[in-house]
């Protein structure tokens, strides 16, 4: 995926009544992309990035960077490219050995993320990120207000699933800034040749 390309991608916003802004939490299990400072620790990413407060951050049990389960969130480095994965407390075994710096962190030593000699470039790029379970309502309002790039075909799949109400509840519609009722938007025709699409999504909540 290709930074320069984002402005050429559509740009989808939706105002929905807040009960509404928990239907696109599954997108966030699937995982989503944002355009990011890297270069980051792990720990300022979630500060400066997504929003996390300090409270947030104690919740947040279990941090995989690129495929390895963090300990110290202040030395693991965000890139451009790399998949964060979120989750709070997990039950079972897994979730013991998953949780950061917890009793059974010394069984998954030989996958746990160590931060590489390689020099780290500060700058901007992507960074997908999954969200899992309580985490969700926590960190999924704001970061879907700032916005996240989905492709068309998760898009899709979340249009053509959501019910009659779903749609009564959405207040506003744009595409690139121009006005859309929710039948153009559903039949995503606008989506042809598109891979990708920002998304953004904001509650009457939100703006209480």
């Not at 939706?14 to 792990?42: D, M, N, Y």
């Not at 249009?159 to 595409?175: K, P, V, Y």
């Amino acid at each position: 995926m290709d930074i320069d390309n984002i402005e050429s991608w559509p740009s989808i916003t939706l105002e929905v009544e807040g009960p509404l802004v928990s239907h696109f939490f599954l997108l966030l299990q699937q995982g989503v992309t944002i355009r990011s400072r890297t270069g980051c620790s792990v720990a300022s990413f979630l500060r400066e990035e997504i929003g996390a407060d300090i409270e947030t951050i104690k919740r947040i049990q279990s941090v995989i960077l690129d495929g390895s389960p963090v300990d110290d969130l202040e030395s693991a480095v965000i890139k451009d490219g790399s998949v964060l994965a979120l989750s709070a407390a997990m039950p079972g075994l897994v979730g013991a050995t998953l949780r950061r710096g917890g009793t059974y962190s010394s069984f998954r030593s030989g996958i746990t993320y160590h931060e590489t000699q390689e020099e780290c470039v500060r700058g901007e790029g992507l960074v997908q990120i999954k969200i899992f379970n309580l985490l969700m309502a926590e960190l999924g309002p704001r970061l879907l207000q700032k916005g996240v790039i989905i492709s068309s075909e998760d898009f899709i799949r979340f249009a053509t699933g959501q019910s009659q109400d779903f749609w009564q509840g959405c207040r506003r519609i744009t595409l690139d800034g121009k006005p859309l009722d929710a039948g153009e938007l559903q039949d995503t025709a606008w989506l042809s040749g598109k891979g990708q699409i920002f998304l953004s999504v904001s509650s009457d909540k939100a703006r209480a």
